[in-house]
């Protein structure tokens, strides 16, 4: 029988995430005010904060352990992240200039400094965690058996890797399609490989860090 603390503990963040996006997204369509019109200033702070704290809540469920074959995620990792720039820096896409720029807190330093500290924890800390536990911890197991928890980690199926990787693609922005799926599918081939649920976070992770500096250097914060 399912257990429904590890369910939760599996989907809980993921779902907390998308419905404060989906505030979000409502809160800019029904007010033109700052603080409504531009709430992932909020929004997303409030994002790191709830979900940072759901995933420590639930971390006995998680049974992460340490990264194994750690060489290969940090390759994928790279990789995607070359695949994700690639369009602006090798084919001559406009660059994604509109988004989250925490530049407008310039001149008040401290909110500045704290609004990029959370950006980037929500970026590289709770982010690739959280959505590695529910794609490749849950869905990717879930797919295969509903009592996911007994089935192991790393388990291939063709109806749970095409499943996972274009769900994980189009939970992407539309621009982003093609290199979520791409990443989708090569993130798979980290728990295929490795079979370790903390290199696909580790790897997430590093690609999301490399990301953010690129993100903070060329001001393309559409890429956020």
């Not at 590890?6 to 979000?24: C, D, E, R």
């Not at 420590?56 to 720039?85: D, K, S």
């Not at 509903?146 to 109806?159: A, I, K, L, Q, R």
Request: hydrophobic share 55%.
């Amino acid at each position: 029988m399912l257990d429904r603390r590890k369910l939760a503990a599996y989907v809980a963040p993921m779902l907390l995430f998308g419905a404060l996006l989906g505030v979000n997204d409502l809160l800019k369509k029904i007010d033109s005010s700052i603080w409504l019109s531009s709430s992932e200033y909020w929004i997303y702070p409030a994002q790191t904060v709830l979900c940072g704290a759901l995933l420590v809540w639930f971390w006995r469920q998680y049974r992460l352990g340490w990264p194994a074959r750690p060489g290969y995620g940090l390759a994928i990792a790279i990789l995607v992240f070359v695949l994700w720039i690639a369009p602006q820096v090798f084919l001559g896409f406009p660059a994604r200039t509109a988004g989250f720029n925490p530049n407008i807190f310039a001149n008040q330093s401290p909110l500045y400094g704290l609004t990029v500290i959370l950006r980037f924890l929500r970026l590289v800390l709770v982010v690739p965690v959280m959505e590695e536990i529910f794609w490749r911890g849950f869905l990717l197991r879930y797919l295969i058996d509903e009592n996911f928890d007994h089935v192991p980690f790393g388990t291939f199926s063709w109806f749970s890797f095409a499943l996972v990787t274009f769900g994980f693609g189009l939970a992407h922005s539309i621009p982003d399609w093609p290199a979520a799926l791409l990443t989708g599918m090569l993130y798979n081939s980290v728990a295929y490989r490795t079979k370790s649920l903390s290199t696909c976070a580790l790897t997430h992770a590093v690609t999301n860090l490399l990301l953010g500096l690129w993100i903070m250097k060329t001001g393309q914060w559409g890429f956020w």
